[in-house]
């Protein structure tokens, strides 16, 4: 049975790179500036701003990270949330059932036709935006709208056909976990609190639902889907007492793990310390977030930091934001600064 491969690095030392540790950053672990492929940034709405005015921010990663070329974001709708990115593309939803893709790096937006029945908009329906490996100017929206005892249905719009579609495929009538839908060589995915993983493949029209790695049941939520390497592939991050560790889903829907962080929880002025590698130090566990980077780095957020952590080189960045960190539970959108150009979204 083929089984993906599992990478293999060094884990004896993280990297040092003392001349570019920020000020007030423990220089015990690292934060350098990512290479191509490694995360951007992340868009979030700070909980500061006030119920009658939605404010998107984006943040980016290291110093050298691409910036956008409108940072104000003016060009994207007033009132519209980021709910999910993929390939370079983000998927915004705003009220009466309105959807948006754009690219940010190019500061393109293009509206999508209305779906033929009005989707709720608070708290709304569980979405991803899928990118066509094949063409990343071209995508699907997927929509898992709670058909009650009957499970989950999907509603599709489609950039190639500019039409909503109801799919009769039906899956798993355990709660999907908000803000936990992405998309990873051309699939939807999100956590149910089962825990379980729902997939769907819009080309195919194909729904499955499948058992997490190990470790998750006993993880209290403390994990995370995401999409990591040249083809997409669906990961997994899940935090125990003692490290992050990551996994990646293989052809037979079984779970390899790639490698692991270890962690050390700070009691007082001392770290404690296990065996294998130099631990990133904590106060609280970690909480994993979404993530989507052809390397191998995972988000996590750490101690009311943001930080893009790389499994291979070992290197750790943090997020610059402009003010005071959000708290764990924010939506984040992980995002890839990619330039394919919003396609011209067909008349359905």
């Excluded at 929880?265 to 989507?292: H, K, N, Q, T, Y």
Aim: aromatic content about 8%.
């Amino acid at each position: 049975m083929e089984t993906a491969m599992a990478m293999v690095f060094d884990d004896s030392e993280w990297i040092l790179a003392d001349s570019i540790i920020p000020e007030g950053i423990d220089a015990d672990w690292v934060i350098t500036d990512g290479d191509e492929g490694s995360v951007s940034g992340v868009f979030y709405h700070p909980s500061a701003a006030g119920s009658r005015r939605i404010c998107l921010s984006y943040a980016s990663f290291g110093r050298l990270s691409p910036a956008l070329p409108d940072p104000s974001l003016s060009f994207l709708p007033p009132a519209a949330h980021a709910r999910s990115s993929s390939r370079g593309l983000l998927l915004l939803r705003g009220p009466w059932s309105a959807y948006y893709v754009c690219n940010p790096a190019t500061a393109e937006s293009r509206r999508i036709p209305l779906p033929p029945r009005p989707h709720h908009y608070n708290p709304a329906p569980p979405l991803a935006l899928v990118v066509r490996p094949d063409d990343p100017a071209q995508f699907h929206i997927v929509c898992a709208i709670d058909a009650g005892s009957s499970g989950y249905r999907f509603e599709i719009f489609s950039s190639v056909s500019g039409a909503w579609k109801a799919s009769p495929v039906a899956a798993s009538t355990d709660p999907i976990v908000p803000g936990s839908g992405v998309s990873a060589a051309g699939v939807a995915y999100w956590r149910t609190s089962a825990p379980a993983v729902i997939a769907y493949d819009p080309e195919a029209e194909e729904a499955r639902v499948l058992l997490p790695p190990p470790g998750c049941k006993e993880a209290d939520g403390r994990w995370q889907l995401g999409a990591a390497g040249g083809s997409g592939t669906l990961c997994c991050t899940c935090v125990t007492r003692s490290a992050v560790v990551v996994y990646c889903l293989g052809p037979s829907d079984e779970w390899t793990a790639l490698g692991s962080v270890p962690l050390a929880i700070i009691g007082g002025d001392e770290a404690v310390e296990w065996e294998s590698g130099d631990p990133i130090p904590c106060r609280e566990l970690p909480r994993p977030l979404r993530f989507e980077s052809t390397n191998l780095e995972v988000v996590l957020w750490v101690d009311g930091r943001v930080l893009a952590v790389d499994l291979e080189t070992r290197r750790v960045r943090e997020i610059r934001f402009n003010g005071p960190a959000p708290c764990h539970d924010e939506d984040y959108v992980s995002y890839i600064t990619t330039a394919p150009p919003v396609a011209p979204v067909a008349s359905g």
